[in-house]
């Protein structure tokens, strides 16, 4: 009896690893399912299973395609993926190799969009509040964007038409491709060092949203919202949006619109000046025909006409108010001589003088105090009398 042969574990697993990978179908298959338990490891290996109704499926994106993603899968999320079913030996386990990851009725550009715009705005890289106010009259203007095509032609010579005073520099970058963005943030961190310009346009032609791609990574939209130098966006065509329209100062439907929104048409700048040369006219011919008028009226004054009429006027008003304050003075004076008589007369009345004159006298002692009753002499004391004419020497015999 032939003794069956006896495997190791991993003999099986590698075993079992060649079937599934020899297996045609197997190969290269897309898998629809919902995302569950994503994980995106340090090493840049993304795990994560495919579940719908009936299972799921253990999957593995590794670095090298996970790098090719433009956008991040979240849980819950509906996909489709391609890859190849194979074992991994550690386990025994069968799992999905997905090499393309794709949203499933959505693309992985729109979504990677939505997912970051979401994201900047929540940064609040799209704050009005942040955007800048474009200078009225720019002096040099730099253009980042590709030297070549019908965008730059079209911002050159729109701009020299509107505005021919405005210099313009072309940063040449390229504006598609893995290695644009790279450029156009270079551009913009050179523009800002050396501040090259007073105002940046930005942009490209028309063109699908791959070809657009590069205004809507993240350190493009970073570097617009970095700039000192105020930004305008003009990507593409009118209904194209991308996250740079979002991030800069202005946003232009097209790069000739660009152009139009960056400085003021010379043909009204010279209309408005025209308008205000008018108005200033007009209003100068109205001044000077009302100081005309007035010359003219002022010509015909009398003071003008004959100068020393004006003084003979004045001194004839100065005669008068002479005359009238001399009539006044005199008044005055006659009311004042009346009241001093008054008070003449009343002061007279009241005069020790008058007194006397009617027979009374005043008697002093030597010491000059008055004497006004028998006490205030003694015998033998010496008084003066005051009478009317003079004053008479007696000495007190006796008092009582």
């Known amino acids: 009896m032939n003794r069956a042969p006896i495997y190791s574990v991993t003999q099986i697993n590698q075993y079992v690893k060649n079937l599934l990978e020899q297996d045609q179908p197997l190969a290269g298959l897309f898998v629809r399912g919902e995302i569950s338990n994503y994980k995106a490891h340090s090493s840049g290996h993304h795990y994560f299973s495919l579940k719908d109704s009936g299972g799921s499926i253990h999957c593995v994106m590794y670095r090298r395609e996970a790098t090719g993603l433009r956008f991040r899968p979240q849980n819950g999320m509906q996909v489709i993926a391609f890859g190849r079913v194979s074992v991994y030996l550690r386990d025994g386990q069968y799992q999905l190799i997905c090499s393309t990851l794709t949203p499933e009725g959505v693309g992985d550009l729109h979504l990677a969009f939505e997912q970051l715009k979401e994201k900047l705005y929540r940064e609040g890289l799209f704050d009005p509040a942040h955007k800048r106010p474009l200078p009225r009259y720019p002096r040099r203007i730099a253009l980042i ?19 021919p005073l405005a210099e313009v520099l072309v940063l040449p970058v390229r504006v598609q491709g893995t290695e644009a963005a790279g450029e156009i943030c270079a551009a913009f961190a050179w523009a800002n060092r050396h501040q090259v310009a007073d105002l940046i346009i930005t942009g490209r032609g028309g063109g699908s949203m791959e070809d657009l791609w590069a205004f809507n990574e993240e350190p493009v939209a970073r570097a617009i919202y970095a700039s000192a130098i105020p930004v305008i ?14 991030v800069a100062d202005v946003r232009a439907s097209t790069p000739s619109n660009g152009a139009e929104r960056a400085v003021p048409d010379q043909n009204e700048i010279l209309g408005q ?29 009398r003071m003008l006409q004959d100068p020393m009429s004006y003084i003979e006027d004045r001194q004839q008003q100065l005669d008068r108010y002479c005359q009238r304050l001399g009539l006044g003075l005199s008044a005055a004076a006659g009311r004042e001589r009346e009241r001093f008589a008054r008070l003449s007369a009343s002061l007279d009345a009241l005069s020790p003088l008058k ?46």
């Open 355 to 400: 007194v006397l004159g009617r027979g009374y006298s005043i008697a002093r002692r030597t010491d000059g105090g008055i004497v006004r009753s028998v006490k205030d002499a003694s015998p033998g004391d010496e008084l003066s009398l005051r009478v009317a004419d003079g004053e008479i020497s007696c000495r007190v015999q006796e008092n009582g």
């Open 273 to 301: 000046l025209s308008h205000l040369e008018n108005r200033l006219e007009q209003a100068m011919r109205r001044r000077l025909e009302r100081a005309g008028k007035q010359l003219d009226q002022v010509s015909r004054c």
């Open 233 to 246: 966006s003009a990507v593409g065509h009118e209904p194209d949006v991308t996250i740079a329209d979002f």
């Open 145 to 163: 964007t590709s030297p070549e095509g019908d965008a730059v032609r079209d911002l050159i010579r729109i701009l020299g038409a509107r505005w």
